[in-house]
């Protein structure tokens, strides 16, 4: 199976870790996220690994060129982008992508069954899969809702609201790579809504079971991740003490 790792962008709102570090090779515990994530992703089967790479690339395929206790059955291949090319726009430098492939950012930390996502995708038989989680966001707020002659209709006191989040972790039929054009600069969002207008099957993958997610986007994610991979490691890396 393969998989796709983003991981070109700069991580401006890590700095100063990013100015000279490529944010998935920020550390969580004694490893950069994109190792936790290669190696979960050889947990669940996955092979055939392409990293997208492009700000301090190099320290990426280096680290990767030199790692010796990863598993020896897995490909690690690289694509570059030259200059920024968004979260979809970089998938268009893969060359032959023939078959399902699941496409991720290269700094989540998460313990979603990337199997049963995989699973999932395939019984809709769906164009793309997006993974989401469940957001609760607290308002600190008092809420007032209007009607259109501007007359009060509510007054919410803090309410919490929940939203369907994108977790940066796709799968996607090689169709895909017809909404894609090489060397032109596209995000998801747009890439959905482009597939929504065309009348293409998206889905929405939602785990009943209880998994963790958080984006490392900032300064209180990234130390919140590592000290909740300290507490959690074992859920992380299952089968740790077999690839290292």
Known sequence: MKAIILAGGKGTRLAPYTTVFP????PIGNKPILEIIIRQLVHYGFKDIV????YLGELIQAYFKNNKSLPKEINISYVYEDKPLGTAGPIALVAD?????????GDV???????????????KNHLLTIAINKKEVKM??????????NRVVDYIEKPTYTFNDSMGIYVCEPEIIKYLNP????????????LINDKKKVCGYYSDS????????????YQKANEDFEK???????NEDFII
């Open 210 to 221: 209880s998994y963790y997610w958080i984006d490392m986007g900032r300064h209180g994610d």
């Open 97 to 105: 992508l023939k078959e399902t492939v699941l496409i991720m950012n």
């Open 109 to 123: 930390l998460t313990t979603l069954d990337y199997k049963k996502l995989l699973v999932f995708h395939k019984n």
């Open 183 to 194: 060397g032109e600069y596209l995000d998801f969002p747009t890439l959905v809504k482009k």
């Open 232 to 238: 959690r490691r074992k859920e992380f890396l299952p």
């Open 51 to 54: 990293i997208c790479t492009g």
């Open 140 to 149: 600190d707020l008092g809420i007032i809702e209007l009607d259109g002659d």
């Open 23 to 26: 944010k998935p090779m920020l």
